[in-house]
């Protein structure tokens, strides 16, 4: 199955159409055992997911195949190597688990900066001694990737992708991510739930782009699709990208994912697409 968990929730309050709050922990074990029957062998999650790796390891995820992702260097650590293998052994205890799949740098900025080639050799090390199978990182702009594809040798990149944000596609960059053998994976498909809105609550906070939504809602409703068929069936049917993580606050909103997963797809107007950070960037969302 191309869908990777996401499990943000389970460890934060997270998501601009999320109204439950932090998942508890009952709940995400039984998305984590929905998730297993469906077929779904990827979990995403992160050092700075609040105690989302604490709460996987005593749900039980030893049988998955676990990527996370190192918090940004801090600056006073010397000894890079010294520091990311206690970070990662940290989480491998809080996950309960041998080894991961896949360790990436959450922040890009830490391998294109004056550290990275100290970083990338702290990865490559724990790679070297079994502790991940492969080394990456996580970007937010396709951009951030020029620098790093051209130093070091990364296995797997995630990055937003969505009917809004493109980008990874149409820079140019996915192709030669799938040329270099990368494996990618995708995250935002939902644009943190803001696709999912009625177009009434989308222009509640971001009237700017009021025609857009227009023309998303108008999309959907030619092709027959709902909000969540639309924007899922739109990440899954990139070619090159082998996960799309997605993250859900109850067992029912997956239950819905996957129901949704396994609809026709139309191809999504290029005009329901943008280019501006303040949109494609959740960091640059004023808080309401």
């Known amino acids: 199955m191309k869908l990777a968990l996401g499990t943000v929730q389970f460890g934060l309050n997270y998501g601009v159409a999320n109204t439950h709050g ?6 995400a074990a039984a998305i984590v055992d929905e998730a297993r029957r469906a077929g779904i062998d990827t979990l995403d999650t992160a050092i700075g997911y609040g105690n989302s790796e604490q709460r996987l390891g005593e749900i039980g995820v030893e049988d998955l195949k676990i990527v996370s992702k190192l918090p940004a260097v801090p600056d006073s650590v010397s000894d890079i190597e010294a520091w990311a293998e206690e970070s990662v052994r940290a989480s491998l205890v809080r996950l309960r688990v041998e080894r991961l799949y896949g360790l990436m740098m959450h922040r890009s900025s830490d391998l294109a900066g004056s550290k990275g080639r100290a970083v990338f050799a702290a990865l490559e090390k724990l790679k070297s001694k079994g502790v991940t199978e492969k080394v990456g990182v996580s970007i937010y702009d396709p951009a951030e990737l020029d620098t790093i594809i051209s130093n070091y040798p ?3 990149v995630q990055a937003p992708y969505n009917v809004v944000d493109r980008r ?12 270099r053998k990368v494996e990618v994976h995708s995250r935002s498909a939902f644009l943190q739930g803001l696709l999912l809105m009625s177009k009434n609550e989308q222009a509640v906070r971001f009237a700017e782009w009021t025609s857009l939504w227009a023309l998303w809602h108008e999309w959907l409703s030619e092709s027959g699709l709902s909000p969540l068929q639309g924007a ?4 899954g049917s990139q070619p090159g990208i082998e996960r799309v993580v997605v993250g859900v606050d109850v067992v029912g909103q997956l239950s819905e994912i996957l129901e949704a997963a396994n609809s026709s797809m139309h191809s999504v107007p290029e005009i329901i697409a943008s280019n501006d950070q303040r949109l494609i960037n959740p960091s640059n969302w004023k808080q309401p």
């Open 154 to 156: 990364v296995d797997i």
């Open 232 to 235: 899922l069936g739109f990440a």
């Open 168 to 179: 990874i596609v149409t820079s140019g960059r996915l192709d030669l991510l799938v040329q």
């Open 22 to 27: 932090q998942t508890p922990l009952p709940e």
